[in-house]
């Protein structure tokens, strides 16, 4: 499997926020492994979704694993056919890693730090009524 995916970092880690993100480094996954990585600068297009989202596909980007995101910057990145996975933490290689070995396990936490996973049914529900 070779894959690339992008990660907002803030030095070694991730960083929570995707839209406050001023790099990324992106992550190339080989048999399960990561074989590169290239950091790149994206102060220029903070909080514009749809700026980053293309950037990052024209890098040949397809997934994006993030602590924290909005629902615009989804949007934006699904729009562009990339796979957003949230709820990584600290090191961003270690996220990369665990992606790579297929370990990474995507929460829809929105800044949740709950621990109690119930799953009544609501993962399933894409209605979001607010």
């Known amino acids: 499997m070779n894959k ?10 991730v960083n929570a926020h995707f839209g406050r993100s001023q790099a990324f480094t992106l992550f190339l996954i080989e048999e399960g492994k990561v074989s590169g990585q290239e950091r790149i600068d994206t102060a220029d297009f903070q909080h514009q979704h749809e700026g980053i989202a293309q950037l990052l596909k024209s890098k040949g980007v397809e997934a994006v694993i993030c ?62 009524h607010h």
């Open 4 to 13: 690339k995916i992008a990660i907002p970092t803030e030095g070694e880690k």
């Open 67 to 128: 602590g924290g995101i909005g629902p615009g910057a989804i949007t934006g990145l699904e729009n562009a056919g990339i796979e957003v996975l949230r709820g990584a933490n600290g090191p961003a290689l270690e996220a990369a890693q665990s992606y790579g070995a297929g370990t990474f396990v995507s929460t829809n936490a929105v800044c949740n730090h709950s621990h109690d996973h119930d799953h009544h049914g609501h993962g399933h529900d894409h209605h979001h």
